[in-house]
């Protein structure tokens, strides 16, 4: 292994909400970056009150925020703004995804922390973008899920529904994370300093390309087809005998043998109707039909294998409690044990792997946890932290 990490002497200051934010800046924190999360004395994140299922702390709060160090700050007051500058003076990456027009009045936009601290990476999440018609709205991830469109392509013909995880929240947060290693990456081998700016809507609206362009230029949108692929067929959950199970077909060679191995009727794969993927798409129902009727006379395990030995993808339709216990995950290692407040939990290591580097998975922290020894840092004495902390001011 490596002796140091790839973010090894990187600081970020954040003062983040939610998901979008602290998931990008999360993922700097595995990657060695010291993250000082900056949160409201007395409440701080408010995703810490989305639920207590893990020992008291929300689940959205522990996946995001480990390996951070907490610090609660008032910065309303000419202290707590005080401390913001010093910490800027210090740091490499100033993220934020405060409502809007806040960062300005904090002086902790992109304009203004060029001119006061040249040398900081300003990463602002926002929900519409900083300009423009909506940049005073505010976001929420299905607000954006809706406005996108994502909305009105999800659930069955009779009825949308929303992405089950915070789909827009997630895509921003990974724009912030790569805009930000880019920019550092500018930082270093030009000496420049780039803002990186990124919306929850145009980042949502960038993983819409597919069904966008498919209407555009199809003349309409991929219809909702429930746990089925709206433009691609067979694709989609089957009943067996014993319950049910997923197949894909992507290619005119995986129709084929899907049509000879398991269907045991070569003749289907050049019937009119399904020569093509778009032929099958039009006369899905007559297909779903002749695949039902076979794979609903086998077991799920039997079919699963028969599938296997066409080189037909396929997948079982897990509960979150069956993910829990994927072999693949168990057996490649990647549940790795993390302090939170009250216990421990497991959490899975960072997806991409450097080969040389192991991701430094740091505990979740409590509230304002790191307060006092980060102000000690900057010059405070125990007893000033205690006025200050006497005042409201951490």
């Known amino acids: 292994m490596t002796s ?3 973010l090894h002497g990187v600081t970020v200051v954040s003062l983040e909400q939610a998901v979008a934010a602290p998931f990008a800046t999360r993922q700097l924190a595995d990657l060695g970056a010291r993250v000082i999360k900056i949160e409201r004395p007395g409440c701080g994140d408010f995703a810490r009150g989305y639920d207590e299922a893990v020992f008291g702390n929300s689940s959205y709060f522990v996946w995001l925020n480990r390996g951070k160090e907490s610090l609660t700050l008032d910065l309303k007051s000419d202290e707590g703004r005080a401390v913001l500058s ?42 519409w973008g900083t300009t423009g018609p909506w940049a005073d709205r505010k976001a929420y991830d299905l607000l954006v899920q809706c406005e996108t469109g994502l909305l009105s392509i999800t659930g069955t013909p009779d009825e949308m529904t929303k992405v089950g995880i915070s789909v827009a929240d997630i895509a921003a947060g990974m724009y912030a994370y790569a805009g930000i290693l880019t920019a550092l990456l500018r930082r270093a081998t030009s000496g420049e300093v780039s803002a ?19 209407t555009r230029y199809g003349g309409r949108q991929p219809a909702r087809a429930g746990a089925q692929h709206a433009t691609i067929a067979p694709y989609g959950p089957y009943d067996t005998a014993d319950g ?20 045991g009727h070569p003749a289907i794969a050049t019937d009119a109707r399904f020569t093509s993927n778009s032929a099958r ?19 799920t ?16 339709i897990n509960r979150i409690e069956d993910f829990l216990d994927h072999p693949v995950l168990a057996e490649r290692g990647r549940w790795h044990e ?5 216990g421990s939990v497991l959490a899975l290591r960072p997806p991409a792997e450097l ?18 020894p980060i102000l000690r840092e900057l010059g405070r004495t125990g007893a000033m932290v205690a006025d200050m902390r006497d005042r409201g001011v951490v």
């Not at 700016?197 to 069904?211: D, H, N, Q, T, Y």
């Not at 993390?338 to 009250?342: A, K, L, R």
Request: charged share 20%; glycine share 8%.
């Open 4 to 6: 140091l990490t790839p």
């Open 86 to 127: 010093e910490l800027l003076d210090r740091c490499d990456v100033l993220v934020q995804n405060l409502g809007p027009g806040a960062a300005g009045r904090l002086g902790v936009d992109a304009a203004s922390l060029a001119q006061r601290y040249p040398r900081v990476i300003p990463c602002t999440v926002s929900g």
């Open 196 to 214: 990186v700016e990124v919306s929850l809507f145009e980042a949502l609206a960038e993983w819409m390309g597919s069904p966008a362009y498919y």
């Open 244 to 263: 049910r199970i997923l197949l894909a077909v992507q290619n005119d060679r995986e129709w084929r043998a899907l049509c000879t191995v398991v269907l």
């Open 281 to 299: 798409v039009a006369h899905r129902e007559e297909l779903n039909e002749l695949i039902a009727a076979r794979l609903n006379t086998m077991e």
């Open 301 to 316: 395990r039997a079919a699963g294998k028969l599938l296997d030995d066409a080189g037909v993808a396929n997948a079982s």
């Open 338 to 342: 993390i302090p939170v407040p009250g």
């Open 355 to 372: 080969a040389g580097v192991e991701p430094v998975m740091g505990a979740v922290p409590a509230l304002g946890q790191h307060t006092e």
